[in-house]
């Protein structure tokens, strides 16, 4: 029997103007995810700052410098539709990695924030 479940990595950016580049293992019984979403301890940096590649199983999803605000969601959007669709994406060796760059922007003053990365994964569950 498949799942829906939601996991989430936290990636600590420290320092501005520098990449934070980290890998994720995803639990052996994932095998698909199916969607993705940003958000932040600081929102207003992550939307004006941040950018990223990200891959799931060596397949890159999100190319350099894809800019963070497209992949986060306000408040005003209904909760099941917060998730970036992503099909089904086989999570293979079950890495995802993320590199994450925080750029100065419209004058926003740098402060260490994290970046929360959501994914929303089909389970199989273990018994099967």
Same mark, same amino acid.
């Given at each position: 029997?498949?799942?829906?479940?939601?996991?989430?990595?936290?990636?600590?950016?420290?320092?501005?103007?520098?990449?934070v580049s980290q890998s994720f293992e995803l639990d052996k019984n994932f095998v698909a995810v199916k969607g993705m979403m940003l958000t932040s301890d600081r929102r207003d940096l992550l939307f =004006?700052?941040? %950018?990223q590649r990200i891959e799931i199983n060596k397949d890159e999803l999100f190319p350099s410098e894809y800019l963070s605000e497209m992949l986060m969601s306000g408040?005003?959007?209904?909760?099941?539709?917060?998730?970036?669709?992503?099909?089904?994406?086989?999570?293979?060796?079950?890495?995802?990695?993320?590199? =994450?760059?925080? %750029?100065?922007a419209f004058g926003t003053a740098f402060a260490p924030y994290t970046v929360y990365l959501f994914l929303k994964c089909d389970k199989k569950d273990s018994n099967d």
């Open positions: 029997m498949i799942k829906t479940e939601y996991k989430r990595f936290d990636l600590k950016v420290t320092q501005a103007n520098k990449t =004006f700052r941040g %950018s408040i005003n959007v209904p909760i099941n539709e917060r998730y970036h669709n992503l099909g089904s994406v086989d999570t293979g060796n079950k890495i995802v990695k993320m590199e =994450f760059t925080d %750029s100065d």
